[in-house]
């Protein structure tokens, strides 16, 4: 919804790090920044180390979280550490798979994405998000709409996402609804059957 106003900057980060860097940056920005921190990766157990000292992470610079040549999968916030767990399952079974987290949504840094989608040829997205409308609806368009970009792919891009519904508030049925890493597992191996001769 907050991507459709114009003006507006999103940052979505999936670190501590890049958490405090983008806070940060935010703070700095002359312009409205809308800073959106996941409920259950903020409440996870997950840990990782935060710098003392002054830094920040530049709004609209992406990250490539994992070099791969097989398929990209740009993940968002706590979709990153699925699409991480599913890379480290897949590189067992000899697939290997870059990870490309935005960081920012708006301004999205399409260039870094497009670049990892050119060298691989194939892209899963993965949102915590409803599938309709979605910030991987904005990144699969940015991909496909880039004609030598689109020229590059060896199967179309697939979206992983949540389904069109209300997430419900049963913790059971709420998993059931979020993406996570056998979902970004089962994605990629469509993508790879889908650009098999």
């Known amino acids: 919804m907050f991507m459709n106003l114009a003006g507006l900057k999103l940052v979505m980060p999936s670190t501590p790090y890049e958490a405090k860097g983008l806070m940060k940056s935010a703070i700095q920005d002359n312009n409205p920044v809308v800073f959106f921190e996941d409920q259950i990766l903020a409440a996870s157990a997950e840990k990782s180390p935060v710098p003392e000292e002054e830094y920040t992470v530049p709004i609209g610079d992406a990250d490539v979280k994992r070099q791969g040549g097989d398929v990209t999968v740009v993940a968002i916030s706590k979709m990153v550490g699925e699409a991480l767990r599913a890379v480290d399952e897949l590189a067992g079974e000899g697939t290997s798979v870059e990870v490309v987290d935005p960081r920012t949504l708006v301004p999205m ?89």
């Open 109 to 197: 840094d399409a260039e870094t994405i497009r670049a990892s989608v050119r060298k691989t040829g194939r892209v899963v997205i993965v949102d915590e998000a409803c599938l309709t409308c979605s910030a991987a609806a904005e990144i699969s368009a940015l991909i496909t709409e880039d004609l030598v970009t689109f020229r590059t792919l060896k199967a179309p891009p697939k979206r992983v996402c949540a389904p069109n519904v209300p997430i419900p508030y049963s913790p059971v049925m709420e998993r059931f609804c979020l993406p996570d890493k056998d979902n970004v597992i089962q994605g990629v191996k469509e993508v790879l059957v889908a650009s098999a001769p």
